[in-house]
């Protein structure tokens, strides 16, 4: 019986072994890659693409939920109260510009707030990493200064990010992308944007202030565009912010 007893204490401790070996040696699936291609469609057609479809598609919102959850403090007012960041994101491309693609990868999403152009946003996605690199950025008038309606008037680039990002290291897609938006005058207008700050926020709502050529702010210059068809000129200055 005592014999018995040790074969089959031997049995299952050989067992316990290969198990052990085997777990070892078996590689777990790697997770998938976050669902974001849907945005691809939306580049088409070109150059343009279809920005106020975008808007209007029912994953767009919660995409704006899931990747902007940082505080922010600019969009509102401590009395009042600031909006969530995926509604300031929202508001900031409620009247559509564009949707361009660039090197098969990214992803640049214009538009500009309803009834004050000025205040614009653009959402850039690299689709080339496994977890989707999203970020926003907001160009915003300096209320205290001139009015959008002349051309010393001042702005201050918002910049937020899913992912930290180093300042010292930015993205040369992004810089690329946010140099060629900001070379172009808001809907309705023929004056460039003058971006006199740029802040940098962590996602977890810390700013850092840099310097708004790092960014690419204002560091190219393009063939002056005319008004987009699809906006009438700003004839009422909205300045209240939602």
């Given at each position: 019986m005592k014999t018995v007893l040790q074969l089959a204490a031997i049995v299952l401790i050989a067992a316990a072994g290969t198990t052990a070996r085997a777990d070892l040696f078996h590689r777990?699936?790697?997770?998938?890659?976050?669902?974001?291609?849907?945005?691809?469609?939306?580049?088409?057609?070109?150059?343009?693409?279809?920005?106020?479809?975008?808007?209007?598609?029912?994953?767009?919102?919660?995409?704006?939920?899931?990747?902007?959850?940082?505080?922010?403090?600019?969009?509102?007012?401590?009395?009042?109260?600031?909006?969530?960041?995926?509604?300031?994101?929202?508001?900031?491309?409620?009247?559509?510009?564009?949707?361009?693609?660039?090197?098969?990868?990214?992803?640049?999403?214009?538009?500009?707030?309803?009834?004050?152009?000025?205040?614009?946003?653009?959402?850039?996605?690299?689709?080339?990493?496994?977890?989707?690199?999203?970020?926003?950025?907001?160009?915003n008038w300096i209320q205290q200064d001139k009015p959008p309606s002349e051309p010393g008037a001042e702005y201050t680039l918002w910049v937020f990010s899913n992912q930290p990002l180093d300042p010292d290291h930015i993205p040369a897609a992004l810089v690329h992308s946010i140099a060629r938006w900001t070379a172009e005058p808001p809907s309705g207008s023929t004056i460039l944007q003058k971006i006199r700050n740029a802040i940098l926020v962590a996602p977890d709502g810390t700013p850092h202030p840099i310097p708004p050529a790092t960014l690419g702010a204002n560091t190219i210059t393009l063939p002056q565009t005319q008004p987009h068809p699809n906006t009438k000129p700003l004839t009422e200055q909205n300045t209240e912010q939602n």
């Open positions: 777990k699936p790697a997770p998938p890659k976050s669902n974001v291609q849907w945005l691809w469609q939306y580049s088409t057609p070109a150059p343009n693409g279809r920005e106020n479809a975008l808007v209007l598609d029912q994953h767009f919102r919660p995409f704006l939920a899931q990747y902007f959850t940082a505080p922010q403090t600019f969009w509102g007012s401590a009395k009042t109260g600031y909006k969530p960041l995926a509604a300031t994101v929202l508001d900031f491309v409620s009247v559509p510009d564009k949707v361009l693609a660039d090197d098969n990868r990214y992803l640049t999403i214009t538009g500009c707030v309803f009834r004050f152009c000025p205040d614009r946003g653009m959402i850039w996605v690299d689709l080339g990493q496994r977890e989707p690199q999203v970020i926003f950025a907001a160009i």
